[in-house]
């Protein structure tokens, strides 16, 4: 099949033109080193997928109290700033493009990782046991106060630079996956009574703070967020959640921003609180450019394409499964099967 709309060039801004539309999903992949710097591998990595219209990376710690996974690398220290040089540089000597995925967990953050207990909106507990780390369960966490909700948007703007020292073209702000900006979006995770909870305003507040303070110190056109307004991952539905993803994309809309990216493990399960599919609730509200992701084929991603549902599509297995993923679906030869297995090793 013809993969017209695909391989068309996207601007994502007047300075970073993407040479398709295909989106290397983030994914973490916890090979990074004791200091929580990416390695070798992670820049043969991304090198070899940089065909991609855009790669984003895993999910990048802003700083030490946010781990929650082992190996996972962070964007605060010289030494792990010099490290993703390496990655962006090869990333583009290859013709390619690269965020910076910045991440916080919140409350699934661990002492085990951190030593020291979790912080988030409100002291609600997930339950269960840490998915790479089968033997440690959550842990109730410490309720921020404003100073800490202060600190860490600062930390997020300073990661933000950090990144842009690095060479990243943009970042992309992990807003998504019950991490700590979607525990401030959601009821069940944000009990707050404060400025940061309550009403949908308030509820979007730490969000757009983020956004603005990344957006301030490396602007508007490389400031990218990744959300699931449907609450699919480590987070329950509590009534109204949908309004304030209404009222952050009311804000958003007002604001110069890369792209808007809608998390998803299956993009065509539907949710009766958003109307439909997470990504058409979105294209509804947002104005700008958007990724749609989550269980994609070539056809259906060109399909989505053609009919305007989205701008960029993004893989995530599929690049696990096949760094040539780009060169297969341009060639229109067979993909691959991604396979759990494959996560043992990073190629
Ligand atoms: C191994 C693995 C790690 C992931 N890590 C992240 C992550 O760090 N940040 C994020 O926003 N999503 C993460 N995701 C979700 C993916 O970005 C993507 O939304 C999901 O895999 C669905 O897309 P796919 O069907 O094309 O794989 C991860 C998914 C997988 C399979």
Redo the contacts with the bound molecule.
Sequence with gaps: MKQTELFSAYALSKELILSNRIVM?????CFADDELAPTDAAIAYYAARADAGLLVT??TLIHADGQGYPHTPGIWSERQVRAWRGVTDAVHDAGGRIFC?L?HTGRMAHSHYTGQQPVAPSAVALQGSLPRARDLVYETPRELGLEDIHRLVERYRQAAQNAMLAGFDGVEI?G??GYLIDQFLHGETNRRVDEYGGSAENRRRFALEVVDAVANAIGGERTAI?LSPQAYVNLAYTEGDEEVFEMLFEALNQRRMAYVHV????ADLSYDYLGGRPVDFVRQHYEGTLIG????TPEKAEDELENGRMDLV?????F?ANADLVSRIRDGRELAV?DEAM?GSLT
Excluded: K
């Design positions: 999903a983030p994914m973490t992949r895993e999910a995925q991440w992990h998504a996956n990744r998390a998803a493990f299956d992701c989550g269980g994609f993004a893989f995530g297995r599929s696990i991604y996560l």
